[in-house]
């Protein structure tokens, strides 16, 4: 048997239930999301990272690109120095005429070493490990340290406007070694004069994707 008391309890809940037009289980549903609600949310956040992340890429790209600007010219700086000092007028070449492009910026690191960095000669777009520093505080580059093309022969500082070097790979360039990383859609070109410019794959030599004149 119920008692009273109960009984009138329960009916006060009901009509307060009625009064404000729902039920205590109605008003219970209504804190949780339905489904079409969840729906739309979602479909909220997809289109919003759909806008953001692809904007982001980019600028992290073109950030890579324009510090790899900052590393050519830098060099430019160290192989113009090196051609009114030690280069006869020349830009750093090798010491044999099919010499490759770090044997040839191994010249200038005899010159200028303690004034330069691993990190330099690393392309933002191909990031490699640098080169490993000496006890002496020496270091030499190789084809693995190494991210940049350089001047395949011997080339006056003053000659006429020219490409000088270039990053050593466009991205998904694939060769012997397999498949590479970098700057996509091209390459930053450093030319004699000490300008860069980005140079799409299209304008790039289609057998070697590099800038004419110039040996990885």
Same mark, same amino acid.
């Given at each position: ?56 890429i ?5 950030? +890579? ?12 700086g ?6 009114? +000092?030690?280069g ?28 330069l ?10 990031p490699t ?88």
């Amino acid at each position: 048997m119920n008692h009273p008391n109960s009984l009138r309890w329960q009916a006060s809940a009901s009509s307060q239930a009625q009064a404000h037009g729902s039920s205590p289980s109605r008003s219970w549903s209504r804190q949780g999301f339905t489904l079409v609600e969840l729906l739309v949310v979602i479909a909220i956040i997809s289109l919003i990272s759909g806008l953001v992340v692809p904007g982001l890429i980019e600028a992290r790209e073109r950030a +890579k690109v324009t510090q790899c600007s900052s590393n050519l010219r830098q060099i430019y700086g160290f192989a113009l120095a090196y051609s009114d +000092k030690g280069g006869s007028g020349s830009f750093p070449f090798g010491k044999t005429k099919a010499s490759l492009a770090h044997e040839s910026l191994n010249e200038l690191l005899k010159l200028d070493a303690d004034r330069l960095e691993p990190e330099l000669f690393v392309c933002p777009g191909n990031p490699t490990k640098p080169a490993d520093r000496e006890s002496d505080g020496s270091f030499a580059l190789d084809s693995e340290t190494l991210g940049y093309a350089w001047i395949a022969k011997r080339t006056k500082s003053s000659s006429a406007r020219k490409p000088l070097a270039c990053c050593k790979h466009v991205e998904g360039h694939v060769d012997e070694d397999g498949e590479h990383s970098g700057h996509r859609g091209g390459v930053n070109v450093l030319y004699t004069d000490g300008s860069v410019k980005f140079v799409s794959t299209a304008e790039l030599d289609p057998d070697t994707l590099l800038a004419p004149g110039l040996t990885r």
